[in-house]
């Protein structure tokens, strides 16, 4: 402790500001200068020379430290006092910052973050508004913790709501970042932004990820400009202690704390997360229909907001069934429906204009039927305004059934089952989603794609998508897929739909004449086109490969041995957020993992 006793004796303390990432002090030394103390633990045991490290470490978003003491168990970090805002004060919902300076920001801190984590004494920090303090336009962080975590601790992840904080000036209060169902985005704010915090909002993504998608994200050149704030010449302590003693009143003072402490408080694991993103609202064990005449079973609890529905059936003999939603107000269902000979439809309603009442419209599945006294699980994902999704899993072969019925409106729906003593009904599950990110994501489990029109039976060889159907990979920067059409062969060997997060829509097209071809869909330009030297092969797999940096879109095909490459550059940076496969005739298909070579 002698270090800390002198250290005590050495300042004059003259407030106190504890928080727990450490403490910051403001002291006078024997010379009388104002500085600022930095006390903090130390995770993990240090190398001997980290005092020398952290003195010379000049990283442009930390505060310069003049000298360090170590008591063994904490250390105290001296500052000058800077001059400066805390971000809170300068960023508020009346006065959110214009997209180019909050993406400016964000990519700054982001990268800050990134590097001194790989520093060789590692820094660790939060990105937590409340931690960032404005010197002009130049970002300091605050608090930060020497060492590498110890397995107790998860990594803070308050990163992922810091745009959405700088473009809205709305901060999550209880919780590191808000799910996608709680935020709320100007329609006016550029699409490439709105995909950024949608992305970076993702659990799935990682910090890495997210890095280089803010790197790759461009702006429009003509947008409408919000008031960039001024900055006062208030000094740190002051500005943070009027923060606390507001805080203090307001009774937030433990919720402040725990938001900043990176332990456990900060973090959610993937079961807590599940636990408080789904909610099972009824469970029914089983549902016996009685004599040959087909009967209802209503469901008890009302659906609304996200919903999904799981069921397991069994037949011993092919009979007609259904399971759908039942609109309260219209009376309009969505389901799906069985008939007697084990065909699968999906059920939706389209209105007639000359009349006052629905027409029901049936699909019938195109590649999958039931077999009696097989097991299957259907799985039914309702999103208000979205298409409802439906999967229907034969649980003794293994095969999945996958598509994308009508579009159902926001509104309150009852779910009815109707069928007759062939059909048995178990394992009812009706569960409500806090967010959709989440039901989309166990309604995709695990698949690297989409689907955004259509149908696909998918096996443990991979998928099968039917015709006129349309297959969306949702991959930022490269995606990789390979195809083969088992029978009929369409006119041209594949197409692809681009977007970009711009809103731009581009085409690309491998003919049957040789010709690779990249069109401009909004403007109905061809871009660029070439000559391949070889013919296209049905009979066996082909490949495409689509990489995109900065303004450049390259998009490469290849079968057996040979490949051919089409690039164009654009005249600013664009950036490809998904491709959609228009499917002519029944194709299998399979997404590649990055870097995978061709698999014949």
Do not use: C
Request: hydrophobic fraction near 35%; charged fraction near 25%.
């Amino acid at each position: 402790m002698k270090d800390r006793k002198k250290f005590y004796e050495h300042f004059q303390v003259e407030d106190v500001l504890a928080f727990s990432l450490g403490s910051l002090l403001l002291a006078r030394s024997p010379a009388g200068e104002q500085v600022l103390l930095h006390e903090i633990n130390k995770m993990r045991s240090l190398p001997s020379d980290y005092k020398d490290i952290l003195t010379k470490l000049n990283h442009p978003h930390l505060v310069p430290s003049r000298e360090i003491y170590d008591d063994g168990e904490y250390v105290v970090i001296v500052y000058p006092v800077l001059f400066g805002d805390p971000l809170t004060l300068l960023v508020t919902p009346e006065k959110p910052l214009d997209s180019a300076k909050a993406l400016n920001l964000y990519r700054q801190l982001l990268q800050s973050v990134k590097e001194l984590s790989e520093l060789p004494v590692p820094i660790v920090t939060t990105l937590d508004p409340r931690n960032i303090v404005m010197a002009g336009d130049h970002p300091y962080l605050l608090f930060f913790d020497i060492g590498e975590r110890g397995p107790q601790r998860e990594d803070d992840e308050a990163w992922r709501g810091l745009l959405y904080y700088l473009v809205t000036g709305i901060r999550s209060k209880y919780k590191p970042y808000p799910s996608l169902s709680e935020i709320k985005l100007d329609p006016d704010l550029p699409d490439s932004i709105q995909l950024l915090i949608q992305e970076s909002l993702n659990p799935r993504r990682t910090l890495t990820d997210i890095i280089q998608l803010a790197q790759n994200t461009a702006l429009p050149l003509h947008r409408k400009k919000k008031d960039s704030f001024k900055l006062h010449s208030v000094t740190i302590p002051a500005a943070v202690s009027a923060a606390i003693l507001s805080i203090l009143f307001m009774g937030y003072f433990v919720m402040y704390t725990d938001a900043l402490n990176m332990g456990n408080h900060s973090v959610r694991t993937p079961d807590q997360t599940a636990g408080e993103s789904v909610r099972v609202v009824e469970q029914i064990p089983s549902i016996r229909f009685n004599g040959s005449e087909v009967t209802s079973h209503l469901a008890k609890q009302p659906v609304s907001g996200i919903t999904h529905i799981q069921f397991h059936i069994i037949q011993n003999k092919l009979g007609p069934f259904s399971a759908s939603f039942l609109s309260e107000e219209t009376s309009q269902q969505y389901g799906i429906r069985l008939d007697s000979i084990g065909e699968l439809s999906v059920v939706g309603e389209q209105y007639k204009q000359e009349q006052n009442f629905a027409q029901p419209s049936v699909r019938n599945s195109k590649s999958f039927w039931l077999n009696s006294k097989h097991s299957y699980q259907v799985d039914l994902y309702y999103i208000p305004n979205e298409r409802l999704r439906i999967s229907v899993k034969d649980l003794y072969e293994k095969t999945e059934w996958m598509t994308v019925g009508p579009l159902m409106k926001d509104e309150n729906y009852r779910f009815r089952f109707r069928g007759n003593e062939r059909t048995t009904v178990s394992q009812v599950s009706i569960s409500r989603f806090h967010d959709s990110q989440t039901a989309l994501e166990k309604w995709m489990n695990g698949h690297q794609w989409d689907l955004a029109h259509g149908e696909v039976l998918a096996d443990q060889k991979g998928i099968r998508v039917q015709p006129k159907s349309q297959l969306q990979i949702s991959k930022f920067g490269f995606f990789s897929f390979q195809f083969f059409y088992p029978e009929k062969i369409p006119t041209d060997p594949v197409q692809l739909d681009l977007e970009t997060a711009e809103g731009n829509q581009l085409k690309f097209i491998w003919r049957k004449n040789r010709n690779i071809e990249l069109n401009h869909i909004d403007d109905q330009l061809k871009l660029t086109t070439k000559k391949i030297l070889w013919d296209w092969d049905p009979k066996i797999p082909a490949k495409v490969n689509v990489h995109n940096q900065d303004t450049m879109v390259k998009i490469e095909i290849e079968q057996k041995n040979k490949s051919e490459s089409l690039i164009y550059y654009f005249d600013r940076p664009v950036l490809i957020k998904k491709g959609i496969v228009p499917i002519e005739e029944e194709m299998d298909i399979k997404i590649l993992p990055v870097g995978n070579g061709f698999e014949g």
